[in-house]
């Protein structure tokens, strides 16, 4: 209960400092070009062939995963710099 | 005294009123009940091919039939049928390539004829495992149904067997269409319905069976608290997983068994009782049993299933997914070890206490730190410290829509969302392209389908299998490798950038990874 309620009050903190900025629920259009429903709609498509080609399916999650790493990292070399590991 | 009727009819008033409003709506609920009659629950499947011959191919279910008197005793016997019976549903196994239409099914009366109306091409609803076949033509109220024919049209494929399911603690026999014994206690699941159709939830199982609604695990063997007798020892893993989860893009439900031994301190998992049983991403949706046994020698176990989404080729779970689960059982093989009692005892104080955390549990467990009323040390301090899985759940779930969605990393949240989504779009559109023959005037459209394209060159992929065993097929070979290859990739490349094992430019002079010679 100590610890959950230590989570919840960062949690709270933090999101009430953050409060004052818009929340976000789709992507805003450019030009008028709705950005979020044709992402939704490629990657829905793009399940639906990945559902039939699976071998495409296991390395577009091998991409996803190297990219998760790459904004894993990208995030640390922010926060602490040239101490990340892998700077040169 | 009339002033007392006057109150108490007053009282009534109302009431009376809203029987009237009951007693005008009753008469058209009756009309739309619809299910006369319901063969319950299946239990299993039976091959149309089971002591079929060729041309003979159809089975028969004798709803009433004792197994023994006249297979058509006249009269008028068999599943009541007050009601015209209009619509009439039978299971058909979801691994079966005979459609719906293909089995054909007729209903007949005890004295071997067939109920009046005709029934028609049969069809899917709700799921592809539910046929109905609609009746159209002169009432049949009255007449029972004593046998309903499947195949008996057309006959069905010999080559594709399993394809009813069947109620076997219902009265009744199956019958082949040799009508040679020996018989198959039980029913064709059935239900039959009058003009105001037939229901579209399928036919449940047993009661205390794998409920295929949902995955999860069931139940494994051995149960626990027992002490089973030794060396060899046998287990057993029932568990159902639904076609949406697995057709779930990008990750697995994987599900395992996995027994530990709980005699050696802290190095249980180099024992050799420590077994990974079952390991096995599900592939095939339903009801899944397995059982296998494996020596073990005298002392404690714990054995423990698992059901986990995971993904990047099944090495991680994905956390606070609804149907992860893991369970543990506790057993004992021939004689306990002093070790052995310790951590039982001890994973069963721990158990004990996290088992009953709920969203409020907390709350409960903390009412223990009370020394007035049910002080309890140990359930004291897990509810001061030790917080509910649903409270972590709920800080993750606020921090994602309090913190993440916030402008502007919240659209790179959103874009994440979108992009690691499990949702399916359909390749509706087709493409026409115009093609010039012998003149410029004289022309022809050919049309492409994009979605029909995909699903033929998957059931091609799909379709190729070892010629020598036809379970084997290209998937089940080629998808381990795929991954393998895939993930060794991956981690190479991490591997590489965090280690930095690139050529490195810091010395003057090194070009290429070369050092230059100095002068």
């Known amino acids: 209960m100590i610890v959950a309620f230590l989570f919840n009050l960062i949690v709270l903190v933090i999101g009430a400092i953050f409060s004052v900025l818009p929340a976000v629920t789709t992507l805003p259009p450019i030009n008028g070009f709705d950005i979020d429903g044709a992402l939704v709609q490629g990657m829905g498509q793009v399940h639906t062939f990945f559902i039939t080609f699976w071998p495409l399916g296991i390395m577009f999650q091998g991409f996803l995963f190297l990219m998760g790493y790459y904004s894993l990292k990208i995030g640390v070399r922010f926060l602490i710099g040239h101490r990340a590991p892998g700077h040169s | ?519």
């Not at chain 2, 050799?272 to 049993?289: C, E, F, K, M, R």
């Not at chain 2, 090495?315 to 306990?336: A, E, L």
């Open chain 2, 1 to 519: 005294m009339i002033k007392h009727i006057i109150h108490n009819v007053n009282r009534f008033i109302p009431f009376t009123i809203l029987l009237l409003c009951v007693s005008f709506l009753l008469p058209s609920n009756i009309a739309h009940a619809a299910v006369q009659y319901d063969g319950g629950f299946t239990d299993g499947t039976i091959d149309v091919g089971h002591q079929v011959t060729s041309g003979v191919r159809y089975y028969s279910s004798f709803f009433t039939w004792d197994g023994v008197s006249s297979l058509f005793p006249g009269g008028n016997m068999g599943i009541a049928n007050a009601n015209d019976t209009r619509f009439f549903q039978i299971y058909r196994d979801p691994t079966s390539a005979e459609s719906c239409a293909q089995m054909a099914p007729g209903l007949f009366k005890s004295d071997g004829n067939p109920i009046n109306g005709t029934v028609g091409t049969g069809y899917a609803v709700g799921s592809t495992n539910l046929c109905e076949y609609p009746i159209t033509g002169s009432s049949n109220a009255g007449q029972n149904i004593w046998i309903m024919f499947v195949c008996s049209s057309s006959g069905c494929n010999t080559n594709t067997s399993n394809i009813i399911g069947t109620n076997s603690t219902a009265g009744g026999y199956l019958v082949s269409g040799t009508q040679a014994p020996p018989y198959l206690h039980g029913s064709m699941a059935f239900r039959t319905c009058d003009s105001g159709g037939c229901p579209t939830t399928p036919f449940p199982p047993p009661p205390g069976a794998c409920d295929t609604s949902y995955s999860h695990i069931c139940g494994f063997t051995p149960e626990n608290g027992t002490t089973v007798t030794g060396p060899t020892v046998n287990f057993t893993l029932d568990y159902a997983v639904t076609q949406a989860d697995i057709d779930s893009q990008l990750n697995d439900v994987v599900v395992t068994l996995h027994n530990i031994d709980q005699n050696v301190l802290l190095l249980g998992f180099l024992s050799p009782g420590d077994i990974t049983l079952y390991n096995q991403v599900a592939t095939t949706s339903g009801a899944i049993h397995f059982a296998t046994s494996s020596p073990l020698a005298d002392g404690n176990y714990r054995l423990e299933a698992k059901m986990q989404r995971k993904f990047f080729f099944d090495w991680i779970t994905i956390p606070g997914d609804s149907i992860n689960q893991s369970i543990s059982k506790q057993f004992i093989v021939g004689t306990p070890t002093f070790i052995g009692n310790l951590t039982q005892n001890g994973f069963n104080i721990l158990n004990g206490t996290l088992a009953s955390s709920t969203a409020t549990s907390s709350v409960v467990l903390v009412s223990h730190c009370n020394p007035l009323g049910t002080f309890d040390m140990i359930d004291c301090l897990s509810g001061l410290f030790i917080p509910d899985a649903s409270q972590i759940q709920a800080t993750i779930v606020g921090a994602q829509q309090g913190i993440l969605t916030r402008m502007p990393w919240g659209y790179i949240t959103r874009f994440v969302t979108i992009v690691g989504g499990t949702g399916t779009t359909t390749l509706s559109t087709t493409y026409t392209v115009e093609v010039a023959l012998n003149t410029a005037s004289d022309t022809t459209n050919i049309s492409f389908n994009p979605g029909d394209m995909f699903a033929g060159g998957g059931a091609l992929v799909d379709s190729i299998h070892s010629p020598y065993d036809s379970s084997v097929t290209f998937r089940s070979v080629f998808e381990p490798i795929i991954k393998l290859t895939i993930g060794l990739l991956v981690l190479f490349q991490i591997v590489h950038d965090i280690t930095g094992s690139h050529a490195h430019h810091s010395e003057a002079g090194d070009v290429g990874g070369r050092r230059r010679k100095r002068t």
